[in-house]
């Protein structure tokens, strides 16, 4: 196991040159919920820090993952919760089970 966040993790690095990349796979939190599949990978956290997102809206990054994501987020992602810093806007810790 482990396909779509390997591969959510090699594109986030094409894409952004991350500092700091951390994807934890949360689907077995959800099971019984509304897009989770028996084989997991559907529920994914991201934090990430970028220089790519210095001077940019919380909004625009997102858009910057999820274009990065591209397809995935159609096809195999049914949900992404993003934490996307620029470089020295780190908060700390990341939320419960990182």
Same mark, same amino acid.
């Given at each position: 196991?482990? @396909?779509?966040?390997?591969?959510?993790?090699?594109?986030? =690095?094409? *894409?952004?040159?991350?500092?700091?990349? &951390? #994807?934890?796979?949360?689907?077995?939190?959800?099971?019984?919920?509304?897009?989770?599949?028996? @084989?997991?990978?559907?529920?994914?956290?991201?934090?990430? =820090?970028? *220089?790519?997102?210095?001077?940019?809206? &919380? #909004?625009?990054?997102?858009?910057?993952?999820?274009?990065?994501?591209?397809?995935?987020?159609?096809?195999?992602?049914?949900?992404?919760?993003?934490?996307?810093?620029?470089?020295?806007?780190?908060?700390?810790?990341?939320?419960?089970?990182?």
């Amino acid at each position: 196991m482990g @396909e779509v966040k390997d591969e959510i993790e090699r594109r986030l =690095v094409a *894409a952004l040159a991350p500092e700091h990349l &951390r #994807v934890r796979d949360d689907s077995d939190q959800h099971i019984g919920h509304a897009g989770h599949r028996p @084989e997991g990978e559907t529920h994914f956290f991201v934090d990430v =820090v970028s *220089a790519r997102f210095t001077g940019q809206s &919380r #909004v625009a990054r997102q858009r910057l993952v999820f274009a990065a994501l591209g397809e995935l987020m159609q096809q195999r992602i049914h949900a992404l919760s993003i934490r996307a810093e620029a470089p020295g806007e780190a908060e700390g810790e990341a939320p419960d089970g990182a």
